[in-house]
Protein backbone atom coordinates (compact mmCIF):
# COMPACT_ATOMS: atom_id res chain seq x y z
CA UNK A 1 0.00 0.00 0.00
CA UNK A 2 1.56 3.65 -0.74
CA UNK A 3 1.49 6.68 0.86
CA UNK A 4 -2.71 7.41 1.12
CA UNK A 5 -2.68 11.16 0.24
CA UNK A 6 -6.20 11.69 -0.54
CA UNK A 7 -5.54 13.69 -3.53
CA UNK A 8 -6.94 15.07 -6.37
CA UNK A 9 -7.42 12.71 -9.32
CA UNK A 10 -8.56 12.76 -12.71
CA UNK A 11 -12.01 11.22 -13.90
CA UNK A 12 -10.47 9.05 -16.53
CA UNK A 13 -7.38 7.83 -14.45
CA UNK A 14 -7.96 4.37 -14.46
CA UNK A 15 -4.40 4.06 -12.87
CA UNK A 16 -5.84 5.76 -10.36
CA UNK A 17 -7.99 3.70 -8.58
CA UNK A 18 -8.52 3.01 -5.37
CA UNK A 19 -9.23 -0.52 -4.49
CA UNK A 20 -12.63 0.07 -1.96
CA UNK A 21 -14.07 -3.29 -0.66
CA UNK A 22 -17.53 -1.26 0.30
CA UNK A 23 -19.49 1.63 -0.63
CA UNK A 24 -19.01 2.20 3.08
CA UNK A 25 -15.15 2.11 3.02
CA UNK A 26 -15.17 4.51 0.09
CA UNK A 27 -16.94 7.06 2.71
CA UNK A 28 -14.94 6.68 5.55
CA UNK A 29 -11.85 7.37 2.48
CA UNK A 30 -13.46 10.81 1.68
CA UNK A 31 -14.12 11.67 5.57
CA UNK A 32 -10.45 10.81 6.44
CA UNK A 33 -8.62 12.59 3.33
CA UNK A 34 -9.72 16.46 2.90
CA UNK A 35 -9.37 18.68 -0.08
CA UNK A 36 -5.55 19.46 -0.79
CA UNK A 37 -6.52 22.65 1.41
CA UNK A 38 -7.45 21.10 4.16
CA UNK A 39 -11.25 21.46 3.97
CA UNK A 40 -13.59 18.39 4.42
CA UNK A 41 -14.41 16.58 1.47
CA UNK A 42 -18.82 17.57 0.72
CA UNK A 43 -19.65 13.80 -0.79
CA UNK A 44 -20.83 15.52 -4.08
CA UNK A 45 -21.69 13.49 -6.86
CA UNK A 46 -21.12 9.87 -6.98
CA UNK A 47 -21.52 8.30 -10.54
CA UNK A 48 -21.39 4.53 -11.70
CA UNK A 49 -18.58 3.73 -14.51
CA UNK A 50 -17.39 0.65 -16.44
CA UNK A 51 -13.45 0.33 -15.45
CA UNK A 52 -11.27 -0.32 -17.93
CA UNK A 53 -10.62 -3.97 -17.07
CA UNK A 54 -14.55 -4.44 -17.55
CA UNK A 55 -15.76 -4.20 -13.76
CA UNK A 56 -17.25 -1.08 -12.27
CA UNK A 57 -16.08 1.99 -10.39
CA UNK A 58 -17.39 4.28 -8.66
CA UNK A 59 -16.28 8.16 -8.69
CA UNK A 60 -17.15 10.54 -6.62
CA UNK A 61 -16.06 14.55 -8.15
CA UNK A 62 -17.65 17.84 -6.19
CA UNK A 63 -16.24 21.56 -5.59
CA UNK A 64 -14.33 22.00 -2.59
CA UNK A 65 -15.84 24.47 -0.15
CA UNK A 66 -13.13 25.95 1.01
CA UNK A 67 -10.76 26.72 -1.88
CA UNK A 68 -13.24 26.26 -5.01
CA UNK A 69 -11.03 23.55 -6.71
CA UNK A 70 -12.91 20.85 -8.60
CA UNK A 71 -12.11 17.29 -7.35
CA UNK A 72 -12.76 13.51 -8.00
CA UNK A 73 -12.02 10.37 -6.49
CA UNK A 74 -12.33 6.85 -8.60
CA UNK A 75 -12.86 3.86 -6.40
CA UNK A 76 -12.89 -0.06 -8.38
CA UNK A 77 -15.25 -2.41 -7.01
CA UNK A 78 -15.16 -5.88 -5.64
CA UNK A 79 -16.82 -8.30 -8.04
CA UNK A 80 -18.77 -9.31 -4.77
CA UNK A 81 -19.40 -6.58 -1.98
CA UNK A 82 -19.01 -8.19 1.43
CA UNK A 83 -22.40 -8.73 3.72
CA UNK A 84 -23.87 -5.19 4.34
CA UNK A 85 -23.05 -5.42 7.91
CA UNK A 86 -19.07 -5.19 7.27
CA UNK A 87 -17.19 -2.97 6.02
CA UNK A 88 -14.95 -4.92 4.00
CA UNK A 89 -14.10 -8.86 3.55
CA UNK A 90 -11.70 -11.08 5.10
CA UNK A 91 -8.32 -9.48 3.80
CA UNK A 92 -7.22 -5.79 5.32
CA UNK A 93 -8.45 -2.44 3.63
CA UNK A 94 -5.71 -1.09 0.71
CA UNK A 95 -6.82 2.35 1.30
CA UNK A 96 -7.13 2.60 5.01
CA UNK A 97 -4.58 1.74 7.64
CA UNK A 98 -4.92 0.58 10.69
CA UNK A 99 -3.99 3.36 12.29
CA UNK A 100 -6.83 5.60 10.31
CA UNK A 101 -8.82 2.36 11.13
CA UNK A 102 -7.66 2.82 15.20
CA UNK A 103 -8.82 6.47 14.81
CA UNK A 104 -12.14 6.11 13.10
CA UNK A 105 -12.90 3.44 16.11
CA UNK A 106 -11.84 6.01 18.82
CA UNK A 107 -14.46 9.00 17.13
CA UNK A 108 -17.45 6.35 16.99
CA UNK A 109 -16.91 5.17 20.55
CA UNK A 110 -16.56 9.09 22.21
CA UNK A 111 -19.73 8.72 23.59
CA UNK A 112 -21.35 11.23 25.91
CA UNK A 113 -20.88 10.14 29.66
CA UNK A 114 -23.96 9.85 32.16
CA UNK A 115 -27.55 8.92 30.85
CA UNK A 116 -28.79 6.10 29.63
CA UNK A 117 -27.27 4.77 25.87
CA UNK A 118 -29.28 5.94 22.77
CA UNK A 119 -29.89 3.80 20.23
CA UNK A 120 -27.79 6.10 18.08
CA UNK A 121 -24.97 5.33 20.90
CA UNK A 122 -25.89 1.81 20.19
CA UNK A 123 -25.00 2.08 16.82
CA UNK A 124 -21.44 3.90 17.21
CA UNK A 125 -20.21 1.36 19.32
CA UNK A 126 -20.93 -1.59 16.81
CA UNK A 127 -19.09 0.44 14.05
CA UNK A 128 -16.64 1.17 16.70
CA UNK A 129 -16.11 -2.56 16.99
CA UNK A 130 -16.30 -3.50 13.21
CA UNK A 131 -13.50 -0.68 12.87
CA UNK A 132 -11.36 -2.15 15.21
CA UNK A 133 -11.73 -5.58 13.27
CA UNK A 134 -10.51 -3.75 10.59
CA UNK A 135 -7.72 -2.82 12.15
CA UNK A 136 -7.32 -6.18 13.67
CA UNK A 137 -7.01 -7.90 9.81
CA UNK A 138 -3.65 -6.44 9.36
CA UNK A 139 -1.77 -8.54 11.86
CA UNK A 140 -0.39 -11.39 10.25
CA UNK A 141 -1.06 -15.21 10.78
CA UNK A 142 0.59 -16.58 14.02
CA UNK A 143 1.91 -12.48 15.26
CA UNK A 144 0.41 -10.51 17.83
CA UNK A 145 0.47 -6.82 17.09
CA UNK A 146 0.23 -4.82 13.30
CA UNK A 147 3.58 -4.72 11.76
CA UNK A 148 5.06 -1.07 11.49
CA UNK A 149 5.01 -1.37 7.57
CA UNK A 150 0.98 -1.39 7.52
CA UNK A 151 1.02 2.32 8.44
CA UNK A 152 0.73 4.43 5.15
CA UNK A 153 -0.92 7.83 6.10
CA UNK A 154 0.44 10.18 8.30
CA UNK A 155 -2.32 10.03 10.52
CA UNK A 156 -1.94 6.09 10.63
CA UNK A 157 1.96 6.68 11.94
CA UNK A 158 1.06 9.28 14.22
CA UNK A 159 -1.32 7.01 16.05
CA UNK A 160 1.44 4.11 16.39
CA UNK A 161 3.19 6.97 17.05
CA UNK A 162 1.18 7.80 20.44
CA UNK A 163 -0.14 4.48 20.79
CA UNK A 164 2.04 1.70 19.83
CA UNK A 165 0.00 -1.11 22.43
CA UNK A 166 -3.41 -0.35 21.02
CA UNK A 167 -1.90 -2.36 17.99
CA UNK A 168 -1.29 -5.61 19.75
CA UNK A 169 -3.81 -8.08 19.04
CA UNK A 170 -5.48 -8.58 22.36
CA UNK A 171 -5.98 -4.85 23.18
CA UNK A 172 -7.75 -4.83 19.31
CA UNK A 173 -9.89 -7.71 20.27
CA UNK A 174 -10.61 -6.92 23.75
CA UNK A 175 -11.88 -3.49 22.70
CA UNK A 176 -14.40 -4.77 19.87
CA UNK A 177 -15.56 -7.15 22.55
CA UNK A 178 -16.23 -4.43 24.75
CA UNK A 179 -17.87 -2.19 22.28
CA UNK A 180 -19.83 -4.92 21.27
CA UNK A 181 -21.01 -5.30 24.70
CA UNK A 182 -22.33 -2.07 24.72
CA UNK A 183 -24.02 -1.98 21.51
CA UNK A 184 -25.88 -4.36 22.81
CA UNK A 185 -26.67 -2.77 25.64
CA UNK A 186 -25.01 -5.73 28.06
CA UNK A 187 -22.49 -3.76 29.90
CA UNK A 188 -22.54 -0.33 31.87
CA UNK A 189 -21.31 2.26 29.92
CA UNK A 190 -18.79 3.39 32.25
CA UNK A 191 -17.02 0.39 31.67
CA UNK A 192 -16.61 1.82 27.90
CA UNK A 193 -15.35 5.14 29.03
CA UNK A 194 -12.44 3.06 31.02
CA UNK A 195 -11.46 1.55 27.33
CA UNK A 196 -10.64 5.17 26.34
Excluded at 108 to 116: R, T
Aim: charged share 25%.
Amino acid sequence: MTENTGGQQSRDDAQALLPARSAAEMHLFLDLHPCDCGAARQRGVQELREGGNGGLMSVYAGTCTGCGRQWSVAFSLPESPPPADRIGGSEPSAIIDPGEWLWLSDQDASIPAGGPARSGDRARLGRAAAELDEAAKFIPPGHDRVPSGAFTSSLGRAMLGAFPHRFLRADLEGRAQLYRAGARGTRDRRCLETAS
